[in-house]
């Protein structure tokens, strides 16, 4: 009879079910298909093969049974197990302990084929048991399958971590810098006075210096010392100015006159007069070479004309002490006694900004190599601080109290730092990042006022020079090549030398 009610319902229904269990509920369109018991709508009936089922005896169960072919087990580390290898089985417990480790890594991946070394004892017929390569058994391991796309995800996710890791660099230790200079040259009768410049270092690397009447030339490369010059007894030599090409050398006197010397044959070439008083400062450009002097003038000579000067700049109201052109010729700074800065163009006779923020002399002035219209100044005892301009516009950009009298200033060629040298109190040279005035470091060394700089032609090494009569060489800035940080010379090197 049951057959038959099936038949009729169309409906193949397991034995024990009647027809009457089920019904088709079209209270609403939206009606599903219902199991009818006694039980509690939340309840769901369990279909059972018995013959006795009845709805009154409904069970629920939440009962879930995975399939163990798509599980991940390995994923956690859940490894069984074997059983050990049977007594007596000779040669074939590393038969059998081969064919599991194929199994499992056919089953489980290759991570899983690994016995532990412990299990070899001195049997040697036993296979060592198979265990977990790490006894956390929970431990969630990440997979490492190839993906099926190189577009997916995963690889992406994985090649940018590991971009990441690589291109992240660990933090750069501040870079050492010698504490001590590696060569020390005694340089006699080299004055103390904030208005001179009387160290230079050519593009040629030969160091001019001048020492009371005289010009001496030192030879970095094999130091060598050659006499220049050596001016009347009633005449002293005030500044040293090399040519960019490092073949011809000017020399500023305290009558007033410049003379153009070849640094080569130790030969004078040309003496141009125009000054009143002391020629206390020099720069060259391509072309032009400027003199400022004592008696507040800037005088411009050109080698090309026969006149000693082609044209004159008045603009300050003390001596002039400071003077640089910037590296593309088109601007000259000029610094004086009178505290101010004076920015001067190429064609014109009146300065085009006056900066009046020092409040003493401004001897230190330096133009950026690496930016242009960038220039920094150092005031002198009252005023100590170093200054960054603008000179576009004329704003000032920053800057910074040093604590003590600024002589010099000298941008690095290799990295966007520079160096200043010091007077009053502290007598110190201290290097500089750039922009955010971070201390490099803070050199000591000389007894009184560190008046002149000079940077070598490769841009590694400076030269000082104090009222103490010493010229000492320090490795300060690294090379433009490899910026590793600079090695401590030996102990040799740090013998005097007398420049004369």
């Given at each position: 009879m049951d057959s038959d009610q099936r038949r009729k319902s169309g409906i193949n229904l397991p034995s024990g079910m009647s027809a009457t269990s089920l019904r088709l509920d079209t209270q609403s369109p939206n009606s599903f298909l219902s199991i009818s018991n006694r039980a509690s709508p939340r309840s769901i009936s369990n279909l059972s093969s018995s013959s006795s089922w009845s709805p009154s005896k409904s069970t629920c169960s939440d009962r879930f049974i995975p399939c163990r072919s798509s599980s991940r087990l390995?994923?956690?580390?859940?490894?069984?197990?074997?059983?050990?290898?049977?007594?007596?089985?000779?040669?074939?417990?590393?038969?059998?302990?081969?064919?599991?480790?194929?199994?499992?890594?056919?089953?489980?991946?290759?991570?899983?084929?690994?016995?532990?070394?412990?299990?070899?004892?001195?049997?040697?017929?036993?296979?060592?048991?198979?265990?977990?390569?790490?006894?956390?058994?929970?431990?969630?391991?990440?997979?490492?399958?190839?993906?099926?796309?190189?577009?997916?995800?995963?690889?992406?996710?994985?090649?940018?971590?590991?971009?990441?890791?690589?291109?992240?660099?660990?933090?750069?230790?501040?870079?050492?810098?010698?504490?001590?200079?590696?060569?020390?040259?005694?340089?006699?009768?080299?004055?103390?006075?904030?208005?001179?410049?009387?160290?230079?270092?050519?593009?040629?690397?030969?160091?001019?210096?001048?020492?009371?009447?005289?010009?001496?030339?030192?030879?970095?490369?094999?130091?060598?010392?050659?006499?220049?010059?050596?001016?009347?007894?009633?005449?002293?030599?005030?500044?040293?100015?090399?040519?960019?090409?490092?073949?011809?050398?000017?020399?500023?006197?305290?009558?007033?006159?410049?003379?153009?010397?070849?640094?080569?044959?130790?030969?004078?070439?040309?003496?141009?007069?125009?000054?009143?008083?002391?020629?206390?400062?020099?720069?060259?450009?391509?072309?032009?070479?400027?003199?400022?002097?004592?008696?507040r003038t800037i005088l411009q000579h050109d080698l090309r004309v026969s006149n000693d000067y082609v044209s004159k700049l008045v603009g300050h109201k003390s001596e002039v002490c400071g003077l640089k052109w910037s590296h593309d010729d088109r601007e000259l700074a000029s610094g004086g006694n009178d505290n101010q800065l004076l920015v001067w163009n190429r064609h014109s006779q009146q300065p085009i900004l006056k900066l009046t923020e020092h409040t003493a002399a401004v001897k230190a002035i330096a133009w950026s190599p690496h930016q242009s219209g960038l220039l920094a100044s150092g005031g002198g005892t009252a005023d100590r601080c170093i200054r960054f301009w603008n000179t576009a516009n004329g704003k000032q950009?920053?800057?910074?109290?040093?604590?003590?009298?600024?002589?010099?200033?000298?941008?690095?060629?290799?990295?966007?730092?520079?160096?200043?040298?010091?007077?009053?109190?502290?007598?110190?040279?201290?290097?500089?990042?750039?922009?955010?005035?971070?201390?490099?470091?803070?050199?000591?060394?000389?007894?009184?006022?560190?008046?002149?700089?000079?940077?070598?032609?490769?841009?590694?090494?400076?030269?000082?020079?104090?009222g103490d009569e010493t010229l000492r060489f320090w490795n300060v800035f690294p090379s433009m090549k490899t910026p590793a940080p600079v090695k401590e010379t030996g102990l040799w090197s740090l013998g005097r030398t007398y420049i004369r």
């Open positions: 390995h994923t956690f580390g859940l490894i069984d197990k074997p059983s050990p290898s049977k007594e007596g089985a000779g040669g074939g417990g590393g038969a059998h302990e081969a064919y599991t480790r194929l199994l499992r890594q056919e089953l489980f991946g290759p991570d899983f084929g690994c016995s532990s070394p412990a299990g070899a004892g001195a049997g040697g017929g036993q296979g060592s048991p198979m265990v977990s390569p790490n006894k956390n058994m929970l431990r969630f391991k990440v997979e490492h399958s190839a993906p099926s796309s190189p577009f997916s995800p995963s690889t992406l996710g994985r090649d940018y971590c590991e971009f990441s890791s690589e291109g992240s660099a660990k933090p750069k230790l501040p870079r050492k810098v010698p504490k001590t200079p590696h060569k020390v040259l005694d340089a006699p009768s080299l004055q103390d006075d904030f208005y001179l410049n009387l160290v230079d270092w050519s593009s040629q690397n030969i160091l001019a210096v001048g020492l009371g009447a005289c010009v001496y030339l030192w030879s970095a490369s094999n130091s060598k010392v050659t006499k220049l010059c050596d001016l009347e007894p009633s005449d002293s030599v005030c500044a040293v100015q090399w040519t960019r090409e490092g073949s011809y050398i000017s020399v500023g006197t305290n009558l007033g006159q410049v003379q153009v010397w070849d640094g080569t044959q130790c030969k004078r070439i040309r003496t141009m007069s125009g000054h009143q008083t002391r020629a206390g400062v020099l720069a060259w450009n391509s072309r032009i070479l400027s003199s400022g002097s004592r008696d950009l920053n800057n910074v109290d040093t604590g003590s009298q600024v002589c010099n200033l000298a941008w690095s060629k290799n990295v966007n730092e520079l160096v200043s040298t010091h007077g009053y109190s502290q007598n110190q040279i201290m290097v500089w990042k750039y922009p955010s005035l971070a201390k490099v470091a803070t050199l000591t060394g000389h007894s009184l006022r560190v008046l002149y700089l000079s940077t070598s032609p490769d841009g590694q090494t400076i030269v000082t020079g104090a």
